[in-house]
């Protein structure tokens, strides 16, 4: 048995966009031990509901996280629109989950690019990335912003997408698929990259299911979990089966979210087919009161948004559960007996968002 | 000792940004806009680093890790505030755990605002921080020709 050391990792780390600090607890090469410490990012946005208007919120609650905020900004609508009884337009539900994916889609491709910049295939990142960009285009076209977009309100969309730029999103969404399915294969059939990921930080069924895990980290061990399923936005109408792989190691979770991208292309093509016409937002009148729960599948996983409201124009309470939060667990089991070189792939592999679990 | 002036490396660090700026400081180095070609590298290190890119706003927590990694990078250095909330804490200036923008820490030479900043306007910052670098380089300069000169100046009486 070797020396007990304790290694620091993060807040300010290469592999790490964002700032989480990590004491790894290593005897030789071997970690035994990780112990999280969050906090750095910390801005107590939720409080900011009694100083800014539940319709006001929208902004704030977007600003969650640039990432998925798109996501976000839907999850808080639906819990306000929810608590009010809002019934939104069917062409809102449509668009909304055309832009849903569309995010998915952005934060798929980003996290690939993440995850071969940490195992040090600097080409394969900058060939994600560039694919990244065209979905950025479309957002820019469809809503003016690139990351952040305040489409999103209470009662509906601020925004309408006419039926010409939908067929050229259709357009560009199948260029991405044919450009994806090149740098699929090297994900999944390049061997250095298979010895990266192939069972490494195996997580099980059951490990997934006691610690909670969710989102893809949960699906790759087989758990098939998504909030998709329980009925939000479009996708019971769209025909929407969660991606499932069963091995529960980095590689798996990599295959998950690469079909994740070519199912949100899919669904999104569906969804342009469907899409009927009429109008984009409903008036909202009065205050929010009393409360609700809607639950959302973020890019990460289960988002749960919580309103409440006592028939003023400020909230009472807003809570979102995010989750990274909740994977958090899961990495730390997978962390421990891992390889000290295998930490950032670790860390990676479950997609870690700081900003939206600490907000 | 001649210095490189076009090909600054940067060194990135998210305060309490939401993610938004981060990823755009990122795209910036990536094949749309492709500051790497310029030499431009995004290093993990503040010793290695010239311009420091902070993004989001400043906490208790986080402040010592600003203060820090600007301490480390050597001189002349730029310190330039990505996004909003990295000017002035923007849309989570009332947020009680957010102190402020990156100034309150350390001294800031470029402000990009926009929430998110645009790839393009982060560009144009650090290539207008790449001015303020130079002269920060030719002010150091002056002062070691001066200090040198003194130097020589003392010996000479010696003799």
Request: proline share 5%.
């Amino acid at each position: 048995m070797g020396k007990r050391t304790i290694i620091p990792f993060g807040p300010q780390h290469p592999v790490l966009p964002e700032p989480v600090h990590l004491d790894l607890v290593i005897e030789d090469e071997r970690v035994v031990e990780a112990i999280p410490s969050i906090g750095y990012i910390h801005r107590g946005l939720e409080k900011l509901v009694e100083k800014k208007e539940y319709t006001e919120m929208v902004y704030v609650i977007e600003r969650i996280c640039g990432i998925c905020s798109f996501g976000h900004g839907w999850g808080y609508c639906a819990a306000v629109e929810g608590a009010m009884d809002i019934k939104v337009p069917e062409r809102a539900e449509y668009l909304r989950t055309i832009w849903h994916e569309l995010g998915r889609m952005h934060s798929h491709l980003l996290w690939l690019g993440l995850l071969a910049d940490g195992f040090g295939f600097e080409s394969l990142f900058m060939h994600c990335w560039r694919i990244r960009e065209t979905v950025l285009d479309i957002f820019e076209e469809t809503t003016g912003g690139r990351v952040i977009f305040s489409v999103c309100k209470v009662g509906g969309l601020r925004k309408d997408v006419d039926a010409k730029t939908l067929e050229k999103m259709s357009g560009l969404l199948n260029g991405i698929k044919k450009e994806l399915q090149e740098l699929t294969d090297v994900f999944l059939e390049d061997r250095s990259v298979k010895n990266r990921l192939c069972g490494v930080g195996v997580l099980s069924k059951e490990e997934a299911e006691e610690l909670g895990a969710v989102g893809p980290m949960a699906r790759a061990s087989g758990v098939a979990q998504d909030m998709r399923m329980a009925g939000h936005g479009k996708y019971l109408e769209l025909g929407f089966e969660p991606v499932v792989e069963t091995d529960g190691d980095c590689y798996a979770r990599c295959k998950v979210r690469l079909r994740e991208v070519f199912q949100s292309i899919d669904l999104i093509n569906k969804a342009i087919d469907e899409i009927p016409e009429g109008d984009i937002a409903v008036p909202v009148k009065g205050n929010v009161d009393g409360e609700f729960i809607t639950r959302m599948e973020q890019p990460r996983g289960e988002a749960i948004y919580y309103a409440k409201g006592q028939g003023t124009k400020f909230l009472e309470r807003m809570r979102v559960r995010t989750p990274t939060n909740a994977n958090i667990p899961a990495m730390v089991k997978t962390l421990q007996g891992c390889d000290l070189a295998d930490v950032p792939m670790l860390v990676l592999t479950i997609d870690p968002c700081i900003s939206c679990t600490e907000r | 000792m001649s210095y490189v002036t076009k090909s600054p490396w940067i060194i990135h660090y998210d305060g309490s940004s939401c993610n938004g700026c981060d990823i755009e400081v990122l795209a910036c180095l990536t094949p749309m806009y492709d500051v790497e070609r310029f030499g431009i590298i995004n290093t993990g290190n503040p010793k290695h680093a010239d311009v420091f890119l902070v993004t989001g706003s400043v906490n208790e927590q986080n402040k010592g890790v600003v203060q820090q990694i600007y301490e480390q990078m050597p001189e002349p250095k730029v310190v330039v505030a990505i996004g909003i909330c990295a000017c002035s804490g923007g849309v989570f200036r009332d947020c009680y755990n957010v102190m402020g923008g990156i100034d309150t820490v350390i001294p800031v030479d470029c402000y990009v605002p926009g929430c998110a900043a645009r790839p393009e306007a982060i560009i144009d910052a650090v290539v207008k921080g790449l001015g303020v670098l130079a002269e920060k380089r030719a002010a150091m300069e002056a002062k070691e020709d001066k200090a040198e000169l003194a130097a020589e100046t003392e010996g000479k009486q010696d003799e």
